[in-house]
């Protein structure tokens, strides 16, 4: 099992949630093809909304994929993304800065944002333990 951060938008993770899919990268296949049946998935969301909306920085999300395979899903409009199919797990959304200094991929780092620059990031055990913690009701 690996543990994985997407990065979207908190209404975009709202609708995965309700749906019980995630989707990264504007639905790009590419990212989703690294993550596996049994993977831990916790979303970060720096805004509120996709383009803007209220600053967030909090993790807001976290799941464990189920599906064997990503699959294309017609939202209408030619928009066409690739999902993988996920259970929630319980969660309420957390602040990532009193994490900052515990997690091994922000510790000590000024530009600790920079790398959810790709949309997905590997993380390690101890940090989906550390973060899954503090998001558990």
Known sequence: MTSWI???SA???LRGTAGG???VCHGKSGPLSRIKPGDDVIYYS???EMGGGEKMQSFTAAGRVTDMDAYRF????????????????DTHPTPIQPLLDQLGFTQGKRN?????????VKISDADRDTILSAMRP
């Open 6 to 8: 997407a990065v979207a």
């Open 11 to 13: 209404d975009h993770v």
């Open 21 to 23: 899919f995630m989707q």
């Open 46 to 48: 720096p805004s509120s």
């Open 74 to 89: 017609d939202m209408g409009g030619g928009f066409v993304p690739t999902r993988r199919d996920i259970e929630w797990y």
């Open 112 to 120: 600790w944002g920079y790398v959810f620059r790709f949309g997905v």
